[in-house]
Structure formats: structure tokens, C-alpha cells
């Protein structure tokens, strides 16, 4: 049954020139290794000034067009490892931007993969002609280790089924990274999680307001009871509640810097590995006001989870953790709006089939009901959504990904009822949209695969990645695509 999926002629790659700065530690960069920082600040400082002033403006020259201002970040760097100097010993400002520059490397976040998109609408609408629709498209950026970030583009829907992607800037920019104000409830149920019910933590109870910063955070530990502190397993709690606090931030980028020169880069201990599959879902509050969450799966090396984004413009972005039975595993997409006055979300959190969750406070998910399990030839691994569900007239219109022999990646869709979602109307057979013969071949072959599509007008603007060699844009009629889950529906019902 053909729902009548268009691919458009728009395809992203992987930009290798789209690179960011980090601190980089001679020694440290393979594991089990001892630093070199020493060594190579003993070498500078054997140079001579003239020396010193030649390399540091050919390595400005080469690097200024790249990174925001190499000069702030050489500081920056400087300031990192200043501690292997002593106190009285005086540098020229060239000599320590120097230093600096030997303790940064560049890394290409595309430099290996370009996949998993998902499309918002953009928060500035203005300028628009009737007809038309700027949008905001998230994509996770895989380079060298693996290392997964969230980069983004902008572009144009309309009018009619037109589609114009921006030409991102030369230069990405990292966010600057904040202080969260923390939730007392979360810290609660982490330390759950891990059994660790113990005084310390009745201590954070008792004290702690509902909201706080780090410094009430502080000053709550340091005036721990001199014979807890002295007990093993406070130890190990106090350094769980440092973690947890840890992986709750907020990144914050400059104002003059453009959305699609923004890159979100892994920051707390939960997600050093990666921040994967961004599913981001413009949300209606109660208020009637928008907000922008995304939920993604944070990679420590070892263990996933699902974290949750949150912003109003793209620029400041707020990461909290969740928690909760249900908050588990890859692949949480929120709904766009409460449903029986609760948050939702669909969920894979047994690995292999969808479910719906429930929360009173968008961090807390508990309590599982089945959507769908895995039954047919082209999903028979697993299912899962491609996305947040899109509001219709005729229920919850869902994207859906399965997995079949030798590990393809299709896409399919479903309806779901807009009251009881975990109810099914109707599923498309077979898949809407296959890997083509020219999508087969990349970092992960064999795949297409969505984490979020737009709806605007009658056009389903589906961005999908294809092999994680690219990012292609598909499009369908909504009207048609209801139409045959409609009619499919009937054919259930009867």
C-alpha cells in the first residue's frame, strides 16, 4: 500500500571542515597513559622570544578563519595546565598563548558520520511569506572515536512542497558552559536508582529546598556531621550526588552566534561518550506558551540513558537527566503537548518494542503500556519511533523505524488514539520508506532512520539519515497517508 513518499534532491553530508577546539594533554589522549604536559611545557619555555613571537603568529594565521577567536581560546588553555608552572615565574603574553596553542587540537565533529536529523519549526518566524516556514533541523555529528555531538541547520519549507536548507557558517562554536539550577526530586530519584538511601542522603532530604544551586549544594556537604563523613559508604554517595550534579548544566551560546553554527558537545560524565539521536518536539505548555525539549541518549562508554533538553531559542540550552522505572534504554520521543494532563512519551525501554509513559514533572517516568512489538518480516529485531508523534484530526500520527534480516532499517507509520495513545487505530503493513540502492552504503549500511519529522500544511517533511553517510528529505501528503491508515483502521474495526 503506497503512502506516495517523495525524496527530494536536498541531501547533507559530512562537512570535515566543520570542526571544534579542545583541550588536548600530551599523553593523556591514550588510555592508561602518563601526561607529558611537563615535558612539553619545559620545551616552550626553552625558547627563545623571537621564536616564541614567529610560531605563535604563523599558528594564529592559520587557525583565526576556523575557531571564534584562537587567541581567547589559547588563554583558556593556557589556564588549564598554568598549574604545572611556578607562581613567580614570568611569561610574555605570547609565550603563554603559546603554551596554550601546544594544548589544543581540533576535532572534526562530522569527520565520520552525518545522521539521525529531526525538524522543528523555527522559533523566529519572521520574514515569512504566506505559505512559508522556517524550520530548525537537528543532526547528530559522529567523528573520530565515536564521539557524537548535536549540530543543527536551518532552512525554508514553502511555499508548496519547496525545501531550501541554509548554508551553515565556516565556523561552529561550543556553548559556554553553566551552572544548573538543580531539581531536589531528581537528585532523589537517582540516588534511588542506585540504592543509595542512606543519612547522607537523608541529610540532602531535610535540607535542600525543592530548587537549588550548587553553592546551597556546598554548603549542605561541607557541614556533613564529622562522623558520617567519616564513613565509607557517605563516601560513596557524595561522590554519586557530585556525578549527578555534574550532569545537570546549562550550555549557553553567544548572542551573535547563527543556530546552525552552534554545536551542543558532550559535557557532563553521563554523556562523555556521546550525546546521540536528538529528538526534538516543539511543546505547547499549559500556558498556551511553545518550548523546545529534545530527549536524547547520553553514552558514558559503558551505559545509556535518556536525557532531556530544554530551551525557548536555540541558544541557551538547559540538560537535565531523568529517571524513573521507564527511563531506560534509546529512543524516548515526548508527545507535543500534555495528554490527560500528563507528560508522554513513547519509549523503547526493553530494547525491542514501543511503549507509552507518563510523567507529572517531564524528569520522572514510571509504568509502562505496550504500543507495538516487533511481528512483522521487516521488523521482526525490533521497533521503535522515528520521532515525537505529530497531532492530527485522526489520532497520533507516529513515524516508526523496524529492523529486519541483515540488520535493514525501514520506516514505517502508525496511529495512535489522540486520548488513550497507547491504543492502536491502525499500521502501515509495509514500510513507508526503504533504504535506496544509492542510501546502502556508509558508516552504518543498510539504514534510514528518523528522529522527527514536520508537519506543515499537507506536506510531511520526513529528514531521515541514510547509511549515516547523509541526510536526505522526504516528503508525503498527510492527507493521503491518513487516508490509508483510515482505511486500514476501518478494515480492523470491521
Known amino acids: 500500500m503506497n503512502a506516495g513518499v517523495t525524496r527530494t534532491s536536498v541531501r547533507l553530508r559530512p562537512n570535515p571542515r566543520r570542526v571544534i577546539s579542545k583541550l588536548f594533554v600530551p599523553g593523556e589522549e591514550r588510555p592508561e597513559h602518563e601526561s607529558r604536559s611537563a615535558a612539553v611545557i619545559r620545551r616552550v619555555m626553552a625558547l627563545d622570544e623571537a621564536t616564541v613571537c614567529t610560531m605563535l603568529d604563523r599558528t594564529i594565521r592559520l587557525f583565526a578563519g576556523r575557531h571564534r577567536d584562537v587567541q581567547v581560546m589559547f588563554a583558556d588553555h593556557f589556564a ?40 522543528v519549526a523555527h522559533p523566529d518566524q519572521s520574514g515569512m511569506t504566506p505559505g512559508q516556514l522556517r524550520f530548525v533541523l537537528s543532526v547528530r555529528g559522529i567523528g573520530e572515536g565515536h564521539l557524537s555531538s548535536i549540530g543543527f541547520r536551518t532552512g525554508v519549507i514553502g511555499p ?7 548554508t551553515p557558517p565556516n565556523v561552529v562554536t561550543t556553548g559556554l558552559h553553566r551552572e544548573a539550577v538543580y531539581e531536589k526530586s531528581l537528585f532523589q530519584g537517582k540516588l534511588a536508582e542506585f540504592g543509595q538511601d542512606d543519612e547522607v542522603s537523608a541529610v540532602l532530604n531535610r535540607w535542600l529546598p525543592a530548587r537549588f544551586t550548587g553553592a546551597e549544594l556546598d554548603l549542605v556537604l561541607a557541614d556533613l556531621h564529622p562522623s558520617l563523613v567519616a564513613r565509607q559508604e557517605a563516601h560513596r554517595t557524595v561522590e554519586l550526588i557530585r556525578w549527578i550534579a555534574a550532569c545537570n548544566y546549562t550550555s549557553e551560546f553567544p548572542d551573535d552566534t547563527v543556530i546552525s553554527g552552534r554545536v551542543l558537545w558532550p559535557t557532563g560524565p553521563s554523556e ?7 529528538r526534538f518536539v516543539r511543546f505547547t505548555d499549559d500556558d498556551g506558551e511553545p518550548t523546545y525539549y529534545a530527549t536524547y541518549t547520553a553514552f558514558d562508554g559503558v551505559d545509556v540513558a535518556p536525557q532531556l533538553l530544554q530551551t ?11 529517571t524513573g522505572s521507564a527511563a531506560r534504554n534509546k529512543g524516548m520521543a515526548l508527545f507535543p503537548r500534555k495528554v490527560g494532563g500528563r507528560f508522554a512519551a513513547l519509549t523503547r525501554g526493553d530494547g525491542e518494542s514501543s511503549a507509552v ?5 517531564i524528569r520522572t517516568w514510571n509504568g509502562t503500556q505496550p504500543v507495538e512489538v516487533p511481528g512483522r518480516d521487516w521488523n521482526l529485531v525490533q521497533v521503535g519511533n522515528c520521532g515525537s508523534p505529530i497531532e492530527t484530526p485522526e489520532g497520533w500520527l507516529v513515524l516508526t523505524h523496524g529492523v529486519g534480516p541483515m540488520r535493514v532499517y525501514s520506516m514505517g507509520a502508525m496511529l495512535l488514539d489522540l486520548d488513550h495513545p497507547e491504543r492502536v487505530l491502525a499500521t502501515l503493513p509495509e514500510p513507508l520508506l526503504l533504504p535506496a540502492a544509492t542510501e546502502r552504503d556508509g558508516y552504518v549500511p543498510n539504514v534510514v532512520y528518523s528522529c522527527g519529522a514536520l508537519l506543515h500544511d499537507d506536506t510531511l517533511v520526513i529528514p531521515y539519515g541514510a547509511s549515516d553517510a547523509s541526510i536526505g528529505l522526504a516528503t508525503t501528503s498527510l492527507r493521503g497517508l491518513l487516508a490509508t491508515l483510515r482505511t486500514l483502521h476501518k478494515r480492523t474495526s470491521e
Open 80 to 119: 588549564s595546565v598554568s598549574h604545572r608552572l611556578s607562581p613567580d615565574v614570568e611569561l610574555s603574553d605570547s609565550r603563554r598563548l603559546l603554551i596554550g596553542a601546544y594544548f589544543t587540537h581540533e576535532y572534526a565533529i562530522e569527520g565520520a558520520a552525518l545522521c539521525n536529523p529531526s525538524m
Open 160 to 166: 508548496g512542497g519547496a525545501l531550501t536548507v541554509d
Open 272 to 278: 562523555r561518550q556521546g550525546m546521540e539521536d536528538a
Open 312 to 322: 525557548k531559542d536555540f541558544r541557551t540550552f538547559h540538560v537535565t537527566q531523568t
Open 357 to 361: 509513559v507518563t510523567s507529572d514533572d
